[in-house]
């Protein structure tokens, strides 16, 4: 028996504009965006669904904490592009043995954790 995990899943007031956002910060794929829900992907077709409030999910939009973690190859290039932006990203926090990782909010004020392993 083996275990496959999907979608992680994040509330968005608009999944087209989420979609442009993820897909330009983060490097990631768009599959498909619909008025209720965008699907993006990374280079391993993991997955994460930005929803509308359309879809009918309750969670709102400004999650305090990451539903998921996004891994980076370049933390500290990522980390300045978040300072450039005007996002006011934390301070890159940990080691290089274990993880280096810093939080961001994205369009629409929820948390995302990036990580560099």
């Not at 768009?30 to 509308?52: F, G, I, K, M």
């Not at 009918?56 to 305090?64: Q, R, S, T």
């Not at 904490?65 to 978040?82: F, G, K, L, N, R």
């Amino acid at each position: 028996m083996t275990t496959r995990m999907g979608s992680a899943f994040v509330p968005v007031s608009d999944a087209s504009a989420a979609a442009s956002w993820y897909t330009d910060f983060l490097g990631l794929r768009t599959v498909s965006v619909e008025d209720h829900a965008a699907v993006l992907t990374d280079e391993a077709d993991r997955t994460v669904t930005l929803l509308a409030p359309s879809s009918g999910i309750a969670a709102k939009p400004g999650l305090d904490w990451a539903t998921c973690t996004y891994v980076v190859s370049d933390i500290d290039q990522h980390h300045a592009e978040s300072v450039r932006r005007g996002l006011a990203p934390s301070a890159v926090e940990g080691t290089a043995t274990v993880c280096r990782f810093f939080t961001v909010r994205d369009l629409d004020g929820n948390m995302m954790l990036i990580v560099d392993q």
